[in-house]
């Protein structure tokens, strides 16, 4: 069984920065992408970020230059580090991870992890 959990979120001011980490644990053979999603209240889920097995980056415009993501592949870990944070960045963030296993390769989820910007 896949688990992924994620660690990190909170409460922080606006210009403040947070950093969010997802491992993922299980039957694992393989992880290929990784990605950090969010949900607003009232919003669609989006794709914050992303990162390939090679390295490729994606991140939507509102985060360029304020987000980054990154991964450890010794720790089965997807970080993101947000600085410059916005009352706008406010949501609900998730990770995924696109990952082999015994079945196959399929995107898991974590619970999410709220974040709020708020003074």
């Known amino acids: 069984q896949v688990q992924l959990v994620e660690s990190g979120g909170g409460l922080v001011q606006p210009g403040g920065t947070l950093r969010l980490s997802c491992a993922v644990s299980g039957s694992i053979f393989s992880i290929y992408n990784m990605y950090w999603y969010r949900q607003a209240p009232g919003k669609q889920r989006e794709l914050a970020a992303s990162?390939?097995?090679?390295?490729?980056?994606y991140y939507v415009d509102s985060v360029k230059g304020r987000f980054t993501i990154s991964r450890d592949n010794t720790k089965n870990t997807v970080y993101l580090q947000m600085t410059s944070l916005k009352p706008e960045d406010t949501a609900v963030y998730y990770c995924?991870?696109?990952?082999?296993?015994?079945?196959?390769?399929?995107?898991?989820w974590g619970q999410g992890t709220q974040v709020t910007v708020s003074s």
């Open positions: 990162i390939t097995i090679a390295g490729t980056l």
């Open positions: 995924a991870m696109d990952v082999r296993t015994s079945s196959g390769v399929n995107k898991y």
